[in-house]
């Protein structure tokens, strides 16, 4: 299967405002509950555990395990806006250091070449032509 095509540098508009920093290489950006600790992505209004208001935006680590996976086979109904001929895709839920999962798309789409636990890191891919997402790919050694 085709790969997700990466995008030129620097990116275009983002899918969404607030969902990673402009370090290189991109990093997510969490949400961290002062009050309770707990962390969340996207950074929400209030904190999903002790609705808190006092919310922290912080750097996600650059890498992170991939937790489960899947291949989205199908054209997702509406509110999908993706890019059109629909091609398959992976997405999966990624682990940063057991503060949060993030679920997202991966580069990758052969399962045959995803694994539960492999390392990967944050990327931006063209979610449809001019606008960016983030996603993960595999930590080449
Ligand atoms: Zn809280």
Do not use: H
Request: with cysteine; glycine share 10%; net charge negative.
């Amino acid at each position: 299967m085709t790969p997700l095509a990466p995008p030129p540098s620097p990116p275009g508009p983002a899918v969404a405002d607030g969902l990673w920093s402009d370090s290189d290489p991109p990093r997510l950006l969490a949400g961290c509950c002062r009050d309770c600790g707990a962390y969340s992505f996207p950074v929400p209004d209030a904190c999903a555990r002790c609705s808190s208001v006092d919310i922290a935006a912080e750097n996600l680590p650059p890498t992170g395990t991939l937790w489960t996976w899947t291949v989205q086979r199908f054209q997702p109904k509406e509110p999908f806006d993706g890019a059109e001929p629909f091609a398959p895709y992976g997405v999966g839920y990624v682990d940063f250091g057991g503060k949060v999962l993030v679920e997202g798309r991966l580069v990758e789409s052969d399962p045959r070449r995803l694994a539960i636990g492999m390392r990967v890191e944050t990327c931006l891919v063209m979610y449809r032509p001019g606008t960016y997402t983030y996603a993960f790919r595999e930590v080449q050694p």
